[in-house]
């Protein structure tokens, strides 16, 4: 560690030497107890058996494990994604064209990630060589050009998109039982999702991620190979938006190029990560959890519900305004002994 | 400089999101249920809670805003009445309960399962929109919910396996049809026909519903395109049009490409007999085209001066049930100041359907108020209501357009006529149309 260059996040080496002799589980209590939170959160709904609570927490749930992973090529690779929906929309697509030719949801939500995967793949190779601004306008160039292609692609169905029988939901046990099981398998990918992030942040390749973020040519001088790490960032940040994206369009039973390809959803993942702290594993969880339980909370409350989105928006403004660095930035920032418990 | 552009970005992001929101849709409905369980006795009157989202902000929301004020006047109304008879004596008044769903299916199933289980909604409303209904629909079936859906047209919900889930407008396949039909019998001869519709699924949808009707018909599809949802000049359809020579054009999307397309159609004089566009011609505004308004016509769910009336239901052997034309559209005028859009009606129609059925069925019991939906079978202010109880259970067979067109009126104002049922029909089309 010591002979390694200091363009490391200093919170790395903190955390590293305040525990490099424990095992796993106690060498990172800050890991432990972000998913610990998100399980108690997960279960909460299978425990008391609320349907109600169950959508509000899958919706948290889904957008905890978006903003993660985007928070790999945000937060640690320093690159904003504008059009991160893309992915999402891509696997729903796959996902939902093998479920509706009558593939298992095992395969097909699988499938949705791999098709993400090898996008960002290509997408990586291709556009990855540009820089700040210029590769955030090529991610929503992208974003709008796979909806125009979907909309014009016969096996998808074009501008009509794809929709399951009802009767699909009696392979899973009926449509209430099927509702579960998607609950059960998301809550499964969001701390798929949060292992990821940690993993990422705390290995030599998230340590070459950062330095990337830092500063570009310097990292290539220091031997970062960036135009692979890059990739590799793309694709992580790839894959499980498009399995969760699968699962979202078997849950609703339809997809459609609009719902898929929403730029408005590209930019709420953005705000998400932002607010919670971006570059960090509990941030796009807390900023996540956070934004959606504000909107559902706003949505559903008849002092606001006329007005949510405008309220929603006022809060969003200030905390960008005066707490740029997201909730666990800041914390991170003003109360450094707690570093160990906000990785 | 780093942390400068973060903030630079984060700030464009807020005002994206703010700017998303679209407007704040005034909402505004006079209320006076809840409140409204008279005197009765406290053990004959129930409350049936009515659960529905609305879009009071997003692309929908206007439609919407006037759905959920057609609905919110039907509630008035049969509260202030008393409510609705069971069979055991008791009344039933109704209360809404609604969220917003920002015209986007997000969250729609997330509000649906919260109004089942929270608020315990008895029946539902679809959303707005057939993308939101489908994910209602859903949540209606898994719990077991009637959910009457107004504002979604499309037809493949229907073809899903639902058994709860029942249609008031007339669906997608058959928006355009009736056209072709009026077409037919003014003007025999027409038989090429030029398909030009938006991308978008509602309109994909029609056109091609309306592709394999005219074919079967023997009708000659000379060109058949679809344009993008953004499309702002229509120079290179237009010239594709005046080379395949059609008689008919019909087609179109939605408002915002509907008028745009008349006009420069209009400005490239084309000349054609027929032209028939989606959504956009039964709009009040479209008038504001002028002289390029004239001739076009459009589907419409309902018109206020359409002539449903209890004759004519005498006349088809079929009940009549419900207000006639005139007071719906004079009682909608009182409390909102406007003239009733076919959302409004719709709205309305959805409402008094579902107390006409749980009046019938004399129960809130969800099978027996289900066996009385499947067969029912009359008319209405808003027209012929019969449900599918086969293949696609749900899909509104008894429905129909109505079809306007813009015609000549007094010093040269375009107003808008009926043509097509034949049943309901204020003037004869006017072809060819300029």
Redesign the interface.
Known sequence: MKDRPSFASEAITAEREASVKLGLLRRSPGLWLTLAIALVVGLYPALTG???V???V??MLLSVALASSLNILLGYTGY?SFGHVVFFGLGGYVGMFLLSRGMGLWLAAPAGGLASGVLAFLLGKAILRLR?AYF?LATIGINEAMR?FI??FAPFG????I?????IYTGYGG??QA?WLTYYVLLGLAIVSLVLSYLVKTSKFGLGLMAIREDEDAAEVMGVITPNAKTWAYILSAIIPGIVGALFFF????I?P??AF?L??S??M??MV?LGGQGTVLGPMLGAAGYQGL??FL??SPLF??????V??GL??LI??FI?AGAVGWLRQHFPRLRALLP | MK?R???L???L??V???A???T?AP?SAPTSAGNAAPGTGAASSKTVTIGFSAS??GASNVESTRQKNGLQLWMDQVNARGGVALADGSKVTFTAKS??D?S????V???Y??L???DKADFLISPYGS?PT??A??IA??YGKIMITTGAASD??Y????TLVYQMYTPASRYLTGALDALAQAKPDAKKLAVVHE???F???VSNALKSYAEGKGYQIVLFE?Y?TSTTDFGPIINKIQQAQPDAILGGGHFQDGTTLSKQLYEKKLSTQFLALLVAPPEPKFAELGAAALGVVGPSQWEPAATYNADAAKSAGIEWYGPTVAEFVKAYKDAYGEEPSYHAAGGYAAGMILGKALEQAGTLDTPKVKATLDGLDLLNFFGHIKFNTSNAHGLQIGHDMVYIQWQRGDGDKPTKQIIWPAAATTAKLTIPLR
């Open positions: 609320n349907v109600a169950r959508e509000v899958f919706t904003v700040g955030a125009a909309n014009n074009g501008p009509t998109g929709s399951l029988n009802f009767q449509a209430g509702l849950k609703n039973g339809n459609e609009n719902d929403r408005h959803f930019i709420e953005l705000v932002m909107r559902g949505v559903t519900k006329d007005v949510q989105l405008a929603a928006g969003l403004l960008v305004l740029p | 942390r552009f973060a903030v970005i984060s700030m992001m807020a994206g999101l703010l998303a929101c679209g704040q909402a009071l902000t969220y917003d920002e986007n299916k997000d969250r199933q997330e509000l399962a919260r089942i289980n929270d993308g489908d994910a629909a859903v079936e898994q493949s919900t073809s899903k396996g639902y991308n978008d699924k309109s994909t949808d679809g993008d």
